[in-house]
C-alpha cells in the first residue's frame, strides 16, 4: 500500500508542539521540535526500543502529568538515561550531557509522538554499535555486524555482538 500524503506534522516548518506519551496514557509530555527529521542509531539500547527520535534543549521540553510513572535507566558513560513507563513499558524520551550535544539535552522518541507517522520523517543513521560517532549520519542504516565478526570462517554465526 503506498502512502499518498504527509502528515500535518511532517509538513511544518521547523520546530512546532507535539504531544505525546506512552501507551497506557500514564505518562504525558510536549515538546516543541522539528519532526521533519530524526536519526536512527544501531547501538543496542536504540536497536531494542527501535528509537526513532531527535533532541531538544530542556526548555523545549515539559513533562505533563506521569513523574511517578516514570522509571529511568542508564548505562556505560552515564552521559543520558531513558525513561519508560512503569506501567506500559513503552520508552518515551531521554536526557542527559553532552558536550558534543551542547551541554543538557533530551532525546524524543518520535514513535511516542500522537502527530508524527515515522514514514513522514527523513531518517538520518548513526553507527552507535561501532562507537563510530565522528563518521556522522549518512542516509542508509549502518551494518549491524562488521563482516569479520558476523560469522566464523565456516559461515555460522559468531555469536551476539556487543
Known sequence: MTKTHKTTAATQSGP?????????GAVRYE????????????????HKVAQLGGIVV????????GAESIT???????????????QCGIHCFGAGHLKELGGDFVSINYNSLDDVDPLDVN????DGRHDNWQAGT???????HTSSSA???NGES?????
Open 138 to 144: 549518512r542516509p542508509a542504516p549502518w551494518r549491524m
Open 31 to 46: 515538546v516543541t521540535i522539528d519532526v521533519r527529521s530524526g536519526s536512527r542509531c544501531n547501538c543496542s539500547i536504540c
Open 58 to 65: 530542556p526548555d523545549a521540553f515539559k513533562l505533563l502529568s
Open 123 to 126: 531518517v538520518s543513521y548513526w
Open 16 to 24: 512546532t508542539l507535539h504531544y505525546g506519551g506512552c501507551h497506557c
Open 158 to 162: 559468531a555469536g551476539p555482538a556487543a
Open 151 to 153: 560469522s566464523t570462517a
Open 72 to 86: 529511568k535507566y542508564a548505562w556505560g558513560t552515564m552521559c543520558g538515561s531513558r525513561s519508560f513507563c512503569k
